[in-house]
């Protein structure tokens, strides 16, 4: 539930509201239980004076939100007070209080606190593996990048024994003296122990957390300090800047040398995320405060399934508060996937990533007793089968088709490999469930709902795990021969042999934009799948109880992965271009991205098995090198961000959220349409089939050359005609920006599109830089789903 603005809350409902608490007041004092809401204000508001007491119990705080007596018990609690990423309070009121508050001048919006998702998917589904090394070859190498700091807002860091988290010989030199953050002690979290030249900020934010919860942090479950206890955020911060570690690997897999993105750049971990969540008064805390401590990079990992309208989306408002500092937000489209529509964090001013595929797999084999083999993945480490044929059983003939823990048939399984399905349980609980029944190996197989998409795990016994289509001719085999046999051979890690890479996860998030439909989403795609980056020693690597290893590194999967990897080269364009804005930066990794495969064929979706769209993979796969020397960039300031809002539809009063600096916006200079902000990607939605939109747009000249001159090829997409004007670009010292605009009309007649969409480019080149945006077109038939 959010209450957005003024205009949305309906008056009879309110006094409704109001009558039945002031009722409910007089006979009961204590019945009107309290949530956290988030209160946006002017910025001359007099509750943003007010600091969080002990406790919260400030009793100033009613009064200055406007409560009258009727409404003043219980006592509003203050847990935060924003005054960088956003300006605002977040107070524990009850819904009465809350509605009232929203009725007050200077109040911009108020929203009732939620919780968000970390956005990997290891625990209950993808696991998987990479290294970072051979992203970035030689970036890596410059040594320069020391100046730039990435704030991780995640789940803490776990830095004990963690080389990623040390400076490589003699350190980095101080802090950069335009940061004023550090790191905090508390109990397991010894800053000066911790903390050093490369991790230079720990902190932590709960207090939304622990009001959700309903109750103090456990601290024997958890650690209420910067700690992180579950991995997550250590595998991001290394990820993103981690330094470089030789030997690195999980067991026997991925072994070399681990290396994150910027590997120079500093780390400022923000603890937002706890066992059961991440709330928005505790990440827009974080927001405000890396602001206030001068990050350059914020990286974010985390979202929600469903993407909220921007006014009312805590993140889209903080990372709107931040790139208005100048600072990067980089965050995960999420793992909604294949659907579309599904992509989350598409505010335009962050940059979107999504998750693919790099070289490298874990092939282990299932091989049957009739000699056939099927292919499957695996990053199982313990002692192997030894091409021992044992007895195979399915798991629905023995109990439990999905071979939940506690419902095998022990006589059945014991001494045989069995064949589980996949769903519901977690993939490693169900080989879990299989060793504790007394079963030798596990062979896991995909059902129609997961298709074809392998995911490599750390299983606990010997296991593979296979396609639907193998997983049906297996099931078949064991039924129809009489006595089945089976075992699993492990390959271990191979790279170079995948028939194409990178190829897109089936899991990760995808447009169209579902709040923005003229906004292209997500922004690129980077790898996602299996990466290989440090871990906490406090939890195991599928973070499953039953679990009882500890390793220094393990592989995931997740858009969660994949955001770390951008954020670590936006600090490296950050360094090397230190007058970038966040707006240049993302389109210098936009414009570059390539979009063909290690096969010279379109990027694939595993999904689908056939190409990508841009509504999967963006514009294209990152290429740092490239992104370093992009010849033109796509600027836009805060001031473009909200006449793009305005062209939304937004109201005065949502857009204040936004501004925040008291004053109406001006919408009377807003573009014609939204798709008009100057983004280095189109996406049109037709409204018929004589449809035609312009888009304009302006690219500045930041190549070597002052007087380049660049031409435009343009691939129409299917069914339209797309014409650049002028199709010619002379720079010169003088015009260093310049002006062009391109129009997408229906084409032909009668126009015949058997499709929902259709997709093309533009790219402007000088013979030196290819500037690619890409083009995607939305067809009337499903235009509905995108309306607004
Ligand atoms: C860190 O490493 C040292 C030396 O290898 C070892 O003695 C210590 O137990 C380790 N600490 C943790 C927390 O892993
Ligand atoms: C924290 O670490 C420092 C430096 O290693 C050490 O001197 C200090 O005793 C530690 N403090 C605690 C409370 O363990
Ligand atoms: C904290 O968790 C531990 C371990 O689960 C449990 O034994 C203990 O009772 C919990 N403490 C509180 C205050 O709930
Ligand atoms: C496979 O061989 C290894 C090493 O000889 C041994 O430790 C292990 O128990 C064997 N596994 C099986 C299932 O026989
Ligand atoms: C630009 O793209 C064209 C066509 O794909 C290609 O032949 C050329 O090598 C590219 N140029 C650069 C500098 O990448």
Redesign the pocket.
């Known amino acids: 539930m959010a209450m957005a603005s003024r205009k949305q809350l309906l008056l009879p409902c309110l006094i409704l509201l109001f009558v039945a608490a002031a009722a409910v007041a007089e006979a009961s004092p204590r019945a009107q239980p309290q949530s956290t809401y988030i209160v946006h204000l002017a910025p001359d508001h007099p509750a943003l004076s007010l600091s969080p007491a002990r406790g919260g119990r400030n009793a100033l705080l009613g009064p200055l939100l406007g409560l009258p007596r009727r409404l003043s018990a219980p006592r509003p609690r203050l847990l935060y007070t924003y005054a960088r990423a956003a300006t605002g309070v977040a107070a524990r009121l009850t819904e009465a209080q809350a509605a009232h508050v929203a009725a007050q001048p200077g109040v911009l919006a108020v929203h009732r606190d939620q919780a968000r998702q970390l956005h990997t998917t290891h625990t209950p589904e993808f696991l998987h593996l990479n290294s970072a090394a051979g992203v970035l070859p030689a970036a890596s190498g410059s040594g320069a990048v020391s100046d730039v700091v990435v704030g991780v807002l995640d789940t803490g860091i776990y830095p004990l024994n963690r080389s990623s988290f040390k400076p490589v010989g003699d350190g980095l030199g101080p802090p950069p003296s335009s940061f004023s953050g550090g790191c905090v002690s508390a109990a397991k979290f010894n800053a000066s122990a911790f903390c050093n030249s490369k991790l230079i900020g720990a902190k932590f934010f709960y207090k939304g957390y622990e009001e959700g919860l309903g109750h103090p942090i456990n601290e024997t479950l958890e650690s209420k300090s910067p700690l992180d206890t579950e991995g997550h955020g250590t595998h991001t911060a290394s990820t993103a800047a981690g330094s470089p570690v030789d030997g690195a690997g999980f067991y026997q897999y991925a072994r070399g040398r681990a290396v994150g993105m910027a590997p120079t750049a500093r780390i400022a971990a923000y603890k937002i995320c706890w066992k059961s969540g991440c709330f928005d008064s505790d990440i827009l805390a974080a927001f405000d405060e890396a602001v206030g401590d001068g990050v350059n990079v914020i990286s974010l990992s985390v979202g929600s399934t469903y993407a909220a309208d921007f006014y009312e989306d805590s993140i889209a408002i903080g990372a709107f508060g931040a790139v208005k500092k100048g600072i990067v937000v980089s965050a995960s489209a999420g793992n909604s996937g294949p659907g579309e529509y599904t992509a989350s964090n598409i505010a335009p001013w962050i940059l979107t990533v999504g998750a693919s595929t790099v070289d490298r797999e874990f092939p282990a084999d299932a091989v049957l007793g009739d000699g056939s083999v099927y292919g499957g993945v695996s990053l199982y480490a313990g002692d192997p089968l030894n091409s021992t044929k044992l007895p195979l059983v399915y798991a629905a003939d023995c109990g439990s088709r999905l071979c939940l823990i506690g419902e095998l048939d022990k006589d059945k399984v014991a001494g045989k490999i069995v064949l589980c399905e996949r769903g519901v349980n977690a993939r490693v609980e169900k080989g879990a469930a299989v060793g504790k029944a007394g079963g030798i190996g596990m062979i896991l197989a995909n059902t129609e709902e997961s298709g074809e998409e392998l995911i490599a795990d750390p299983h606990l016994i010997p296991s593979t795990m296979v396609g639907q289509k193998f997983g049906d001719k297996i099931r078949h085999y064991v039924k129809t021969d009489p006595s089945p046999t089976a075992t699993i051979v492990f390959h271990g890690t191979v790279i170079g042999k995948s028939p194409s890479a990178p190829r897109v996860a089936s899991f990760s998030s995808r447009g169209p934009n579902s709040r923005a439909p003229e906004i292209l989403k997500p922004d690129v795609t980077a790898p996602g799948v299996n990466i290989l980056a440090d871990w906490t020693g406090e939890a195991s690597p599928t973070d499953l109880d039953i679990d009882p290893r500890r390793v220094p590194f393990n592989i995931i999967s997740g858009t969660s992965m994949s955001c770390p990897h951008v954020s670590g080269l936006a600090a490296l364009l950050r360094q090397a271009h230190p007058d970038w804005s966040p707006t240049v930066v993302k389109s210098a990794l936009m414009t570059t991205a390539y979009n063909m495969d290690n096969s010279g064929e379109i990027i694939k979706d595993l999904a689908t098995g056939t190409e990508s769209t841009p509504f999967v993979r963006g514009a294209g796969h990152v290429d740092p090198i490239s992104a370093l020397n992009p010849g033109l960039v796509y600027d836009a300031d805060t001031a473009d961000y909200i006449g793009f809002l305005c062209a939304l539809g937004y109201t005065p009063a949502q857009i204040a959220v936004f501004t925040r600096d008291g004053s109406v916006a001006d919408c009377s200079k807003k573009p014609a349409r939204s798709g008009d902000l100057n983004y280095p990607a189109f996406a049109a939605v037709f409204s018929s089939y004589k449809d035609s939109v312009t888009y304009h747009r302006v690219v500045r000249n930041v190549g070597s050359d002052a007087s380049a001159v660049y031409e435009a090829k343009v691939e129409s997409p299917a069914g339209v005609d797309a014409k650049v004007t002028p199709a010619k670009l002379v720079f010169d010292e003088e015009h260093r920006s310049l002006a062009y605009e391109i129009t997408l009309a229906v084409s032909g007649n009668p126009v015949i599109v058997d499709a929902k969409y259709s997709f093309g480019s533009v790219?402007w080149?000088d013979?030196?830089?290819?500037v690619t945006s890409p083009i995607a077109v939305t067809w009337p038939e499903s235009a509905g789903a995108a309306s607004m």
């Open positions: 790219t080149s013979g030196k830089h290819n």
